[in-house]
């Protein structure tokens, strides 16, 4: 209880003299806001990526794809193939009876993006009737549906903010000729956010493509995976696998947003090594400028343990502080910003709870490492020493 | 100044730095990280620049538009074109050999790819050896290494596409092992278009990926590509046309805007170290007011005592810097052993030319106080309190 009444007082003493060197108090707050801002700031494109990802996942949704595909487009799946997947047990029938499935295509079109002007390609994702149904998490915001055979599209919300020229009533370049962009839709966060839709055949005609690219299905429930799994692997004529859709779409996009990560954390490693030394520095001098005051104060009967905490706190609290800085500039900046990959994935850039902690987490540390040494060097200052320099 | 009061100042700015020997390295190690962090940003930048401005300006690149494939019939009709000096089809098989981890990427392709690509370093003798197997490839050293292959060997490449032998393994013959460049990474394979279009049981014959040419007149790849996007514009299978070097800008800058990256990361470092070098220089000054004091006394001007602040400050950044340099300079090695995927920086004449400015800009700012303290020095006032 001592020990702590003398702690707490300690630091009111050294908070008060925060203000007595209120430059080395701003390099600490500074330095950790640097660290912690570019560290959350550069995670949040993988944070944003794979939460657009994850959205994806859902154990009752399943994709069918060419085995040994790594991506959806592609044209290895025929119209015979489709008929007999769509047929396959495991699947849920909707109301009318038949199965909640959607044969799908990709297609790719030149558009630029809003920011920079960058050309890239999008996704024009060819889909079924029942696409809606399968994915309940998509609603019409603007505009009706496309009419299949009317050469219609739909566009993304993403899409429209990330890429130029897709409003309704903008008309796309296909193979074919113009597409009519009829109606926007908001995707619930997923993946098709970024894409155009349009009706599969009516997209396989304008390219005169013979063969889907894969299937996504409602399963009856997440067990259901085995049975459909079960009769379709098993029939070497289908050619087929079968994919969880969380699992399929986090190995398509792994690659990228494991970059992201290894980026953020190479150069936030970097920041956290120079601001180490800068605090570091700056609590040496602090301690040693404070020598008298700490040797008064022992000779007054405090205790060594302490004094050590005082000097830890004082530096934990200041990290703490630009922490916070840090992390509310990169939410303020970044949260929220629309973000693509290569024109294939649209996402928007979350700095979320999760990565607040880790910035918190890596201040702590960096605060921990730079005061130990000073903090214990002012506890075992040598009273009479300190006190007969002058 | 006189001659002889100059010879002393490099006694004065060690004694200076020796001072608080502690501050003086972990000054000069935060400057160093920090110009470390700008020398990698700012290289990694230059490193870009330079594979843009390396790709050749006169190659020029056609795909299909809205993806999949085009006809080989295009082929015919680009090479036809008035100032097309070469043109190179492909179409690629992608495979895997054993596992799936181990990816090739079977580039199938005709002998114009030895005119088209000069820099691939594949000579047209090797490729009249290729051309003379059927189903050889030439690959990589790396990659013959690594699965213990030499010339001569077969190997089958398991792949999605079926072949006539009724199955998606593709047995291909080794003609030769070249080095790895660039334009010939490690797990790339280069192989016959032909073996691919006849052998394949997928019903895409005569289907290419893609069709590289070389225009004949640098100055008209730009044109070039404009013309053959046209050509084929109202076609079943329309183009995309673009010279080489645009395609690989536009692919750099589809991942990442660079240039917010490098101005923010170097911006919140060089703000740091600014703040960091003023106060420590401050401090430093704070302490020595009863020395600076002296020094007016025996006749240094208020400019002789700043210059010497202010030499202090250039040692501590430059020196920061050309660590922080060499450090990013020799990055390239750590990268590549730990992150191989990591843009590695090139650190150009530029790009140490800029660090060392902005190191002198943050010297002589962060020495400002420092100078403004000694000027308010008052002789008589700063001897006579007894520091």
């Known amino acids: 209880m001592r020990t702590f009444r003398q702690f707490a007082a300690l630091l009111d003493l050294n908070i008060r003299g925060l203000a007595r060197r209120p430059w080395s108090s701003l390099v600490i707050v500074v330095g950790m806001a640097s660290v912690v801002g570019v560290l959350i700031s550069l995670l949040s494109f993988s944070a944003g990526a794979s939460r657009t990802i994850e959205s994806m996942a859902d154990p009752t949704r399943a994709i069918v794809i060419r085995k040994g595909r790594t991506e959806e487009a592609g044209q290895q799946i025929s119209r015979e193939v489709a008929a007999a997947v769509v047929s396959a047990p495991g699947i849920k029938k909707s109301a009318d009876g038949t199965p909640i499935a959607s044969i799908e295509n990709i297609n790719l079109i030149p558009v630029k993006r809003r920011s920079d002007g960058v050309p890239l390609l999008m996704l024009v994702r060819g889909v079924g009737p029942k696409a809606f149904e399968l994915r309940p998490e998509m609603r019409l915001v603007s505009g009706r549906m496309f009419r299949p055979g009317n050469n219609e599209l739909i566009a993304g919300t993403a899409a429209q903010t990330q890429f130029t020229g897709l409003g309704v009533g903008d008309k796309v370049s296909l193979a074919d000729g113009e597409w009519l962009i009829v109606g926007a839709f908001d995707s619930g966060g997923s993946v098709m956010g970024g894409q155009l839709l349009g009706d599969t055949d009516g997209l396989m005609a304008s390219r005169r493509a013979n063969g889907y690219g894969a299937l996504t299905v409602r399963l009856e ?34 690659e990228w947003t494991g970059w992201f990560e290894t980026v953020a954390y190479v150069l936030g490693a970097i920041m956290a090594l120079g601001a180490l030394f800068a605090t570091f520095n700056l609590m040496h001098t602090a301690v040693k400028s404070r020598a008298r005051d700490v040797a008064t104060l022992r000779a007054l009967g405090f205790g060594a343990i302490p004094v050590a905490l005082s000097v830890m706190a004082e530096v934990l609290l200041l990290s703490l502080a630009g922490a916070a800085i840090g992390a509310g500039v990169a939410w303020l900046l970044f949260n929220g910003n629309a973000n693509d990959i290569r024109g294939r994935v649209v996402f928007e850039l979350a700095v979320t709870p999760r990565l607040v902690a880790i910035g918190t987490a890596w201040a702590l540390v960096i605060a921990l490492l730079a005061s130990a040494a000073p903090a214990i060097r002012s506890a075992r200052l040598p009273v009479a020493t300190a006190l007969r320099a002058s | 100044m006189d001659k002889d009061c100059r010879m002393k100042w490099l006694p004065l700015l060690w004694a200076a730095l020796r001072r608080q020997p502690a501050r003086s390295i972990l000054t000069l190690l935060s400057i160093a990280i920090a110009f470390l962090l700008i020398g990698a940003m700012t290289g990694v930048n230059a490193r870009f620049s330079d594979i843009i401005e390396r790709a050749p300006i006169e190659r020029v690149v056609v795909s299909p538009r809205f993806g999949g494939r085009m006809p080989l019939a295009h082929m015919t009709q680009i090479e036809g074109l008035d100032g097309v000096a070469h043109a190179s089809l492909s179409a690629v098989l992608q495979g895997s050999y054993q596992k799936r981890e181990n990816g090739f990427f079977a580039v199938m392709t005709d002998a114009h790819t030895v005119a088209v690509h000069p820099d691939a370093n594949i000579t047209s003798d090797q490729f009249r050896r290729l051309e003379a197997v059927r189903n050889g490839v030439i690959m990589t050293r790396t990659a013959a290494d690594e699965f213990r292959f030499k010339i001569g060997d077969t190997f089958p490449l398991e792949t999605d596409r079926p072949n006539k032998e009724g199955s998606r393994a593709w047995t291909f013959r080794v003609v030769d ?15 016959n278009f ?80 600014l703040l960091l070098t003023g106060t420590v220089l401050g401090q430093s000054a704070h302490e020595r007011v009863a020395e600076f004091a002296v020094m007016k006394a025996i006749g240094f001007s208020d400019g002789g005592v700043y210059a010497l602040i202010l030499i202090e400050a250039m040692v501590l950044c430059l020196a920061g810097a050309g660590l922080g340099l060499l450090a990013a300079k020799f990055s390239p090695m750590l990268a590549a052993a730990f992150l191989p995927d990591l843009p590695t920086p090139l650190i150009t004449a530029g790009v140490a030319a800029i660090a060392l400015a902005l190191a002198g800009a943050v010297a002589l700012v962060s020495g400002l106080p420092a100078a403004w303290r000694v000027q308010r020095v008052e002789i008589a006032e700063a001897l006579g309190s007894g520091r």
Not at chain 1, 230 to 240: F, G, I, K, M, Y
Not at chain 2, 194 to 213: C, F, M, P, S, V
């Open chain 1, 221 to 254: 429930s997440p067990a259901a995976l085995d049975t459909l799994k079960a009769a379709l692997e098993s029939n070497p004529s289908l050619d087929v696998e079968v994919q969880p859709t969380g699992v399929f779409y986090a190995n398509s996009a792994g």
């Open chain 2, 177 to 191: 092992i070249v080095p790895e460049t660039e334009q010939f990474p490690a797990r790339l394979l280069a192989g």
């Open chain 2, 194 to 273: 032909i073996y691919l279009n006849e052998g394949r049981a997928d019903g895409r014959q005569d289907q290419i990926d893609r069709i590289d040419l070389l225009v004949s007149d640098a100055g008209r790849a730009d044109a070039m590509a404009t013309q053959i996007e046209k050509l084929f514009a109202s076609s079943s299978s329309p183009v995309n046309a673009l010279p080489e070097r645009t395609l690989i800008a536009q692919s750099l800058e589809g991942v990442l805007n660079m240039q917010f990256l490098v101005i923010t990361v170097c911006g919140a470092a060089l703000f740091m170290i």
